[in-house]
Structures are given as C-alpha cells and as structure tokens.
Nanobody
Framework: QVQLVESGGGLVQAGGSLRLSCAAS????????MAWFRQAPGKEREFVAT????????VYADSVKGRFTISRDNAKNTVDLQMNSLKPEDTAVYYC?????????????????WGQGTQVTVSS
C-alpha cells in the first residue's frame, strides 16, 4: 500500500508556472506507475499525465502536451508535475495517483491509490 501527499498548488497568473510535488510513503514506490489527474468544479476528474515505473515512458493529455512535464525520483519517492504557460482552464484540484498496473495510461479506474489533492488556480 502507498500513501500520497500532494503539495505546491496555489494561485498564479495566466502564463505563469507552478511545480506540483507528490510524496509517497512505502518502500516499493518504484513498483508503481504514477500519474496526475485534475478535477475542475462541476466536471469529471480527467487525466493529465502519467509516468512509468522507471521514467522511460510518459504520456500526456493533449490539453497539456508541450506545457507540462511529469518526472519522478525513485530514490526520494516523489513524482513532480512542472506546469508552464498556465491557462485559466488549467484551474482545478490536482491529484496524484499510483497504479500497480504496468501501463495504466490515462485510465482512472487503473489507479488504486490517490492523494487528497492540491488546488491550482490560474487567473486571467
């Protein structure tokens, strides 16, 4: 089992940057594929980005491709999301998620563990 705690959210102007971090407990962090999802008010939780167990494989939602970068450090049990060129439509609660599935991609039902989320607000 793994516990996830997100940090780094906040208020930023459009065009700005934020870096989210997710700290995972447990000694088997490298056994999990990791991902970031987000949920805006009144909308479904949607996939943002995922990274494989050894960082070789990353997948991004079309809406963030070229602006966001997911990375992980298995020695520190962390996964980060660097967000650049932020837009008001990026405003949401961002969630870190972990999956024991080898290639869960963007399928929300493939992720077994979730953090509590961190709020990102982008002002226009």
């Amino acid at each position: 089992q793994v516990q996830l705690v997100e940090s780094g959210g906040g208020l930023v102007q459009a065009g700005g940057s934020l870096r989210l971090s997710c700290a995972a407990s447990g000694r088997t962090f490298s056994s999990y594929a990791m991902a970031w999802f987000r949920q805006a008010p009144g909308k479904e939780r949607e996939f943002v980005a995922t990274i494989g167990r050894s960082s070789y494989s990353t997948v991004y939602a079309d809406s963030v491709k070229g602006r966001f970068t997911i990375s992980r450090d298995n020695a520190k049990n962390t996964v980060d999301l660097q967000m650049n060129s932020l837009k008001p439509e990026d405003t949401a609660v961002y969630y870190c998620a972990a999956s024991i599935v080898v290639a869960p991609r963007g399928r929300r039902d493939q992720y077994q563990y979730w953090g509590q989320g961190t709020q990102v607000t982008v002002s226009s």
